[in-house]
């Protein structure tokens, strides 16, 4: 079963309330028109057996507003839920967790983590700023080691960008960037050891962390290194996983094989933030550069990261 771990789905009710906020999917940017039946025709014209639908970025914490990003948050699980409940042998889902509040995180995790429609968490590379290896979210690390979920982690944009000077929608570079950030502060902070019971599916292959790994490991003398722990950072990267979702490219699914081989990679689409047209290229050139590994990344691999998602 080809799988798709990188696929999202945009519900009218949380699409209506980002209208009326003026948010889109990025500044000047809005969101893709959605549907179940438009996913399934791209999964049926592009041989995906069954995609894991995901909120992603821009998530649901706006202007400090906790109570909305509770609401939208229980109000997409709920529709996610009922996607796959009206889908059962061509979707799963990933929760969506309303951080930065943790108690209101803790809550969706007992709320939806143990529903039959999810195989995991989704999380952003950071809320309001602040990164995953936070201290703040321990409570919620900890728990999702407990139970042993997988997390993909989508990209997000950063507070702080250089939006006047690069004439470009910032999701092109800015996206990649917050993944390695993401990356790197969970390395920093130790979370990848003290969390061994979290799998951990990181967007784009990783962003620039492959890049940037040599360069890494070289300053690792450093005493801000010293968590990254025994090994360095290239354990840490060879234990994570990464989808391939518009990376598939000899430079950068390329290079991140290297480092971490085939069996940390998975399929991802993207859609509907990228068209069908795309989504075929790509796939079509990773299946050119893994040769016989294309079957490792788009079937194996999920089904040992999601041993029930033929159940």
Known sequence: MRVDVHHHAIFPAYAEVLEGLGIGAQPGIGLPPWSAEASLSMMDDLGIDLAVLSAGSPGFFFDGDQALARELCERTNADLAETVRRHPTRFRAFVALPLPSVGDALHAIERWADHDAFVGVGLLTNYA???????????????????????????????????????????????????????????????????????????????????????????????????????????????????????????????????????????GSDFPFVDEKTVAACLKEAAELLGDDMTTVAETNPARLFPNLKG
Do not use: K, M
């Open 129 to 267: 700023g602040r990164y995953l290896g936070d201290p703040a979210f321990e409570p919620v690390l900890a728990e999702l080691d407990r139970r042993e979920v997988v997390v993909h982690v989508h990209p997000q944009l950063p507070v702080h960008y250089p939006a006047a000077e690069i004439d470009l929608r910032p999701s092109l570079i800015e996206y990649v960037f917050d993944t390695t950030r993401a990356i790197v502060n969970l390395t920093l902070n130790g979370a990848h050891d003290r969390y061994p019971g979290i799998t951990w599916i990181f967007s784009h292959c990783g962003g620039t962390a492959p890049y940037l790994a040599g360069r890494l490991a070289i300053a690792e003398p450093l005493p801000e290194l010293r968590q990254v722990g025994e090994g360095g950072i290239h354990r840490a990267l060879r234990r994570f996983h990464y989808d391939v979702a518009l990376a598939t490219t000899p430079y950068a699914l390329g290079s991140a094989l290297r480092l971490a081989g085939p069996e940390r990679f998975l399929i």
